[in-house]
């Protein structure tokens, strides 16, 4: 789960690393108000789960409280990426000096955790790893150890941080990890970490990013979730638990298994069709299941043909027919579909399919061949 | 031959006495697997169809010899289970539980490595040895005996090929699934490593995902340290960036991590990739028939 920019500086400051006073709000009005009670110039900074905000124009100041009123007035509603600004925070603006990086990645292919600092923070990592790779200093920490002061000097000496703020980035390296080991994150990124004319280090910006099967250590941060930033296909999914995730073409997918619906994605795709969505129903055969799913599924207008794609397995093709007929009895399905049934049963789960034969309903064997049928029907319709 | 599960497999269940752990040890020990104990704590002297139940690990092997360990505990359970496997001495230790925080992976995978035990999953099928040992959740009835070994991150896909093949008349030596979490036990090329040192399998089969780097570091080592051929597919075409697709570890971060990129590192480094299953599975047996 991604945190905004305001969570993630919760989180930062519950664990004492320094940023700017500041406030979060959601109307032009409470804008000003923030940027009367703070009593200095302010920055007006749109909350979008996405990159890129200061060159969409996401970011503006300093700020009187006059500007910063006209400033949250545009850029509340702005598109940014795709991404819908609801909220802005209004922070004191700081004086920078120079701009540092640092971040604590969940580096899965080391299966350890990965420690970057930079002074040349400010611009994506990417960029400067490319750029300037010798200007990063990095090193893993084994669990087994924990973060020790001396990782925190060795970076700092690797970083060319100049010695009188050594003690002051030691500092916010070792408190960042803790955050990230015990709110169990998957990255904490502070980018920038400012100096400001009188030498303190703050961090000016947050990327924060928890696991999600560690929520339930975290409920604090669970509430965090902001489900009205999700599309409505989206949160209603996860209203009701079912695994999926949008996409913008016009055939809906269902399937049993992570990997057998991305591989159906990229069938389907591969027939030329544009895929609508990606949905895991899991086991899949009860007609509970399915129709929960295929709601989601149809709740998205832009759909106009249906794949339901299943392998069956310990499940058996006959109960997965027989859960197709209940849910198409419950549902009011005005778009065609195609049922891809192979595996255990597979022959009498088609056979009873064939033989009750829905109106709509087309009955495929193979996973290409499916695919081919469904995106002619989403052409067709 | 086989991998990993076979007939030297003394299995004890962690969690046997729940739903779906009752179910599957009953299931794994009909197929043939040697199923010696289940373990759940303060249930010692029960047992599930006939499989003794004790309170610990240490018990079952103490009492059953057992050497391998599935765990089927709730995710907020399952590092203490793997850890209590691995402490009782258990050799190879499998995962089915999906869900497990992926700190806990951090802190269990050094500690399972340094102890010289395997394990496979979390979040996995668990493994096949067709006609031998079935260990885990994968539908044996849909794979034939042979001699192509099967490592996949996912299940159904799997599956899948697996028939795919069985259809062409070809069987597997060994199903092995390791998972779709960001941190698994065993990954591609430790697998991959087994499958070429068995000299029950002839040709292998590796089925990957979007997410991590492991196809890409696969691509290598089947370059460098392979003489068993190889051929492949990749899933994840489709998956927009930022995405969790279902696996919690099957999520492209930033450009890292896409199907584009593992399919060019292993046709790069000479392995065939096939465009959906069907076509992977035909690749496997053109290369098998080239075996002669």
């Known amino acids: 789960m991604d945190l ?12 004492g690393i320094p940023v700017s006073d500041g406030q979060v709000v959601d109307t032009p009005e409470e804008a000003r108000e923030a940027a009367e009670r703070l009593g200095a110039p302010v920055m007006v900074k749109a909350q979008v789960l996405t990159g890129g905000r200061g060159k969409a124009g996401g970011i503006k100041g300093p700020a009187s409280p006059d500007e910063a009123e006209a400033h ?49 923070g400010g611009i994506e990592i990417e960029q400067v790893a490319h750029d300037t790779p010798e200007r990063i200093a990095s090193l893993h920490v084994d669990p087994l150890t924990g973060f020790q002061p001396f990782h925190a000097r060795r970076l700092c000496f690797a970083a060319g941080i100049p010695a009188d703020e050594m003690r002051q980035a030691a500092d916010i390296l070792s408190r960042a990890y803790r955050a990230y080991v015990e709110t169990d994150a998957m990255l904490v990124e502070i980018n920038p970490l400012i100096v400001t004319p009188d030498g303190e280090l703050r961090a000016l910006d947050s990327k924060y990013t928890v696991d999600d099967n560690a929520l339930y250590k975290h409920p604090d941060i669970a509430a965090m979730r902001d489900l009205e930033a999700l599309d409505a296909q989206e949160r209603m999914a996860r209203e009701r638990g079912v695994t999926y995730v949008k996409l913008d073409g016009t055939v809906g997918i269902i399937g049993n298994g992570a990997g057998l619906v991305m591989s159906t994605l990229d069938v389907v795709a591969g027939a030329g069709g544009t895929p609508a969505n990606f949905l895991d129903v899991g086991g899949g055969a009860q ?22 794609n299943v392998f069956g397995g310990i499940t058996r093709c006959d109960e997965v027919a027989r859960g197709v007929l209940t849910a198409l009895e419950r549902l009011d399905v005005k778009v065609p579909m195609v049922v891809r049934l192979d595996g255990t049963n597979d022959v009498e789960g088609r056979a009873i399919l064939a033989e009750a034969a829905p109106p709509n309903l087309h009955v495929a064997e193979t996973m290409l061949g499916a695919a081919e049928q469904v995106v002619a029907l989403a052409g067709a319709s | ?49 006939g499989i003794p139940v004790f309170n610990t690990v240490a018990d079952a092997v103490a009492e059953r010899q057992a050497n391998t360990a599935m765990v089927f505990v709730p995710p907020r359970f399952a590092a203490d289970a793997i850890y209590e496997a691995v402490d009782a001495g258990i050799e190879t230790v499998i995962c089915i539980t999906e869900g497990i925080p992926a700190h806990d992976m951090l802190q269990l995978y050094p500690y399972v490595r340094a102890r010289g035990a395997t394990l496979l999953g979390p979040n996995c099928p668990g493994a096949l040895s067709p006609g031998v040992a079935n260990v885990g959740i994968i539908p044996a009835q849909v794979f034939g005996q042979g001699r192509i070994g099967l490592v996949s991150r996912s299940g159904t896909l799997t599956y899948q090929i697996g028939k795919e093949l069985a259809d062409a008349k070809l069987g597997n030596s060994t199903i092995v699934g390791i998972g779709g979490d960001p941190i698994v036990g065993l990954g591609f090329i430790d697998v991959l490593e087994r499958f070429e040192a068995d000299s029950g399998t002839d040709l292998v089969v590796m089925v990957g995902e979007i997410g991590g780097n492991e196809e890409e570091k696969a691509a290598e080592f089947i370059a460098s340290h392979m003489s068993t051929p190889v051929v492949a597919y990749i899933a994840g075409f489709q998956a927009p960036p930022g ?50």
Not at chain 2, 16 to 31: K, L, M, Q, V, W
Not at chain 2, 281 to 288: H, I, R, S
């Open chain 1, 287 to 308: 007609a509970d299941e399915i129709v929960t799913a295929m709601e989601v599924l149809l709740s998205d207008e832009k759909v106009r043909a249906v794949l339901f």
């Open chain 1, 72 to 120: 949250a007035r545009a850029i509340l509603g702005m598109d940014i990426n795709g991404h819908v600004a609801r909220r802005v925070w209004i922070e004191r603006a700081s004086d920078i000096e120079r701009e540092y990086y640092c971040s604590i990645t969940f580096d899965r292919g080391a299966k350890q955790t990965l420690i970057m600092l930079t002074t040349a």
């Open chain 2, 243 to 292: 995405k969790t697709m279902g696996h919690a570890g099957a999520i492209i971060s930033g450009s890292a991590g896409t199907a584009q990129a593992k399919k060019e590192a292993l046709e790069g480094h000479g392995v065939r990739v096939g465009r959906s299953p069907t076509e992977a599975a035909q690749l496997a047996v053109e290369a098998y028939a080239r075996l002669g």
């Open chain 2, 1 to 49: 031959m086989a991998i990993l599960v076979g007939a030297e497999t003394r299995l004890v269940v962690q969690g046997i006495t729940g739903r779906e752990g009752s179910f599957h040890a009953t299931r794994n020990r009909d197929y043939g697997t040697n199923v010696v104990a289940g373990v759940t704590p303060s249930k010692a002297g029960q047992d599930v169809n």
């Open chain 1, 4 to 15: 905004y920019e305001y969570q993630g500086k919760q989180l930062f400051s519950r664990f």
